[in-house]
Nanobody, 115 residues
Framework: QVQLVESGGGLVQAGGSLRLSCTAS????????MGWYRQAPGKQREWVAT???????GYADSVKGRFTISRDNAKNMVYLQMNSLKSEDTAVYYC?????????WGQGTQVTVSS
C-alpha cells in the first residue's frame, strides 16, 4: 500500500534551518508528483511546495526564496530544505502525493520555530 513517512522536524531558533525528509513506498516514485503542505495551530492546511517527476518545482509565496524542495528518485525520497525560518513557519508539515485521483498523506512532522 501507499505509505509516506516524514522526518526531520524539530525545534529551531528563528533564522535557523531544518531539512525535512519524506520516504515513499508503494508507488512508482519517479513518476509521482510530490508535495509538502503544512498546518499551523488553528489554521487550515496550506500548500508549501511541489516537485514534479522531472524536477520542476513550485513554491508558495510565503516560502519562496527560503525553502527548497528536491527529490531523490533512487531513494524514493523528497526533501524540504528550510532556511531563514520564521516563527510563522511553525506548523506540522505533511508530505502528499496523488495516485489515481486519490490523495495520500504522511503522518506529519512538527516544526517549531522559536523567536
Amino acid at each position: 500500500q501507499v505509505q509516506l513517512v516524514e522526518s526531520g522536524g524539530g525545534l529551531v531558533q528563528a533564522g535557523g534551518s531544518l531539512r525535512l525528509s519524506c520516504t515513499a513506498s508503494g508507488i512508482i516514485f519517479r513518476m509521482s508528483v510530490m508535495g509538502w503542505y503544512r498546518q499551523a495551530p488553528g489554521k487550515q492546511r496550506e500548500w508549501v511546495a511541489t516537485i514534479a517527476s522531472v524536477g520542476v518545482a513550485g513554491y508558495a509565496d510565503s516560502v519562496k526564496g527560503r525553502f527548497t524542495i528536491s527529490r531523490d528518485n533512487a531513494k524514493n525520497m523528497v526533501y524540504l530544505q528550510m532556511n531563514s525560518l520564521k516563527s510563522e513557519d511553525t506548523a506540522v508539515y505533511y508530505c502528499k502525493t496523488i495516485i489515481g485521483g486519490r490523495e495520500y498523506w504522511g503522518q506529519g512532522t512538527q516544526v517549531t520555530v522559536s523567536s
